[in-house]
């Protein structure tokens, strides 16, 4: 009795694991199922965006569109590689970083641009703080978006910059919230485009754009749709340092999808069949077949049977109820 106590509460506790791995999402910074202020669930949803490893970009074809939001992993010379062949065969790639991971990605490329790293501030044209600045993009700086503690790019390539601060912005170094003296001045470049084979990269000196909390600022929104249009939607997400708890959730979520999507499901059916069959019909014993008989107490059962079988030994009829419950 004890045993299957302890096996069916191991079940129950395994069951209610799952529901929690299924039901709350992740809560880091740019994941695409978090729905709190620093999650890309809105964007996930808008865009239908899918998670990718840099390694599987090479299934890509042309016309897709790569999004690298916020990483914080050093990149490869072989992930650049690929990226570039993804490029060059028509696909478009959108880089969005604050404070310079993306860096050395860039330089592997042969990209002439850097992202410089320092806090970007606009004391008049601004969201809420003067950390939130207003940028103006294209020729007609007619969208405005709205950075969230950005930065500004140093361009010196082959492509265009088409978003820029205002003259008013200036790098708060020392982040004393005052414009010093030394302190440089706008506009600064903040959004390039550049042209490399068939392919379009985007260099954007923020990832907060495309967070809850901001994509619906101003005309973020309205400046990414111009940049998907149309096409497949894919983050990289192997560049973020995950928590636990996601790590665990994606894991599986991974092999939930091998159970059911491949020859697996077949077995696992069977097996959880089975599981099935058994639970209930133990809970069936505890909650229906034990109170028709035990609820009433032993002895008083033993009674109503002697009543209904006079000749009936009571020693046996104990001796049976002792057996009958040893099993239980």
Known sequence: MLKKIILYGLLLALGLFLVTMIFVPSIDDFALDNPLWNGMSFFRGYFRAKAISIHDVQGLHGGSIVFIIGPSKEFTRKEADILADYVRNGGILVIA???????????????????????????????????????????????RIYYDYGSFLIAQGGGACIGHSSSFSYIDTNMNGLRDQNEPYGPFCTIYVEHQGNGVIYIISDSSIFINSMITVGDNLDFIKDIVDRGDVYVVTDKWVMSPYTILRNNLAYMVSVLFTTSLRYPVAILASILAYSTGKYLYRILVGKKSFYSLGRERAIERVIALHPDWDPKILRKLAEEVESYE
């Open 97 to 143: 970083d604050d404070f310079g991971p993306s860096n050395r990605l860039l330089e592997y490329m042969g990209l002439k641009i850097r992202i410089n790293g320092s806090l970007l501030a606009d004391p008049l044209f601004k969201y809420r703080s003067m950390y939130f600045p207003q940028i103006t993009v294209g020729a007609r700086n007619n969208t």
